[in-house]
């Protein structure tokens, strides 16, 4: 059974860059997230999607970052003008909605490095 | 906002018993997840609780304390490839449907 891919796994850009990263859910999972993960830091929330609506945008951290779903499945962040803060990596998840948040399903992540 | 505390690291010895602590201060509470975490790789679930009390899986148990905002994994009858990061997570909320995470402790497991 597939799991959540995303891709690239790597990826190296130079700061002012855009950048693309794609996330493709377990399918039927109509719940989505977007995290990213510092080394030795926590995983840091960054955006939430109901199908295609995103009804938590909150851990965005600047305009530079923003997030789409299509066909309540695949996800595309993009991060505009990267700079070298944006170094992490990001994790998509996924999760069956029910009564009640369930045990999200990550992905492998895409480690990204801006120079 | 959300603060969620555990330490950042342990180390234990192969075939004993590890307990991690997380300790959380949430706006709301609508259940605390456990993930391990190999270098590299993606966070796994490990368990979930919602009530007080202690739920059991195998070699790991996890507890939970809602008026004291305090959970606990045990990992028993640790192995060499127990070693890894375990991150305490919690879902604030009714109308939350995100994760907060702790930042995670590093197991290390020694022969």
């Known amino acids: 059974g597939a799991g959540v891919s995303q891709s690239p796994s790597n990826k190296v850009t130079e700061k002012g860059k855009d950048v693309e990263l794609r996330c493709d859910p377990i399918?039927?999972?109509?719940?989505l997230y977007w995290y990213r993960q510092s080394l030795g830091q926590g995983l840091e929330f960054l955006i939430y999607f109901q199908g295609n609506s995103a009804p938590d945008k909150s851990g965005l951290p600047s305009d530079r970052f923003s997030a789409e779903r299509t066909g309540g499945s695949v996800s595309t962040l993009t991060i505009q003008r990267t700079q070298q803060e944006d170094s992490a990596v990001y994790l998509c998840a996924s999760s069956p909605v029910g009564e009640r948040l369930q045990a999200l399903h990550f992905g492998n992540g895409t480690r990204l490095t801006v120079t | 906002g959300q603060n969620i505390d555990q330490p950042t690291e342990m180390t234990a010895t192969e075939g004993a018993i590890v307990q991690i602590n997380c300790t959380y201060q949430?706006?709301?509470?609508?259940?605390l997840f456990w993930y391990q975490q190999h270098a590299g790789e993606a966070p796994t679930f490990l368990s979930y609780?919602?009530?007080?009390g202690l739920e059991e899986k195998g070699r790991f148990s996890s507890f939970l304390s809602r008026s004291k905002g305090y959970s606990y994994l045990l990992l028993k009858e640790l192995q060499m490839k127990d070693s890894a990061s375990y991150l305490c997570a919690v879902n604030g909320g009714f109308n939350d449907y995100k994760l907060s995470f702790g930042a995670g402790t590093t197991v290390t497991v020694r022969a």
């Open positions: 609780n919602v009530l007080d």
């Open positions: 949430t706006s709301g509470f609508n259940g």
């Open positions: 399918s039927g999972h109509t719940a």
